[in-house]
């Protein structure tokens, strides 16, 4: 009956250590947007960088400089930011037929501009109480 007691003590401790899962802020700082009247596109992702893999985002009007997004109640976890500056207005990162991009992007973390971004370069782990996370828009080819 003792032995009892305690595992069911000790089990209710645990319970409670555990808790419910934790959420945290993350502040994405945008740097290098080109003045203009689109907008700047951010995304949190999650285990990849495919759209599927993104599910939380926000747009604002880029103005040149660097432009603030907050994210509330984002679940703890290993998480990753891609940007893009929509300069024709259709939401969408536009690409060559080789999928180079032709508007200006970013990743968080070490992505190069060589190879094709990878989730472990760009992710960071986001705990309580958040992060602040920089990003750093580029063109890779020329305007045309």
Request: some cysteine; hydrophobic content about 45%; charged content about 20%.
């Amino acid at each position: 009956m003792r032995r009892a007691a305690r595992f069911a003590g000790l089990a209710a401790l645990l319970t409670s250590l555990a808790g419910p899962a934790l959420a945290a802020g993350v502040e994405v700082i945008v740097e290098g947007a080109e003045p203009g009247p689109d907008d700047i596109y951010v995304t949190l992702c999650q285990g990849g960088l495919t759209e599927a893999a993104c599910p939380i985002g926000r747009h604002a009007p880029a103005r040149g400089g660097a432009a603030r997004f907050v994210f509330d109640d984002v679940p703890a976890g290993i998480w990753a930011v891609a940007a893009f500056q929509d300069e024709n207005g259709n939401g969408r990162l536009d690409r060559t037929g080789l999928g180079l991009p032709l508007e200006p992007y970013g990743f968080s973390g070490s992505v190069g501009r060589r190879a094709r971004p990878d989730f472990s370069s760009a992710s960071f782990a986001l705990r309580e109480p958040g992060a602040a996370i920089r990003v750093r828009l580029a063109r890779p080819l020329p305007r045309r």
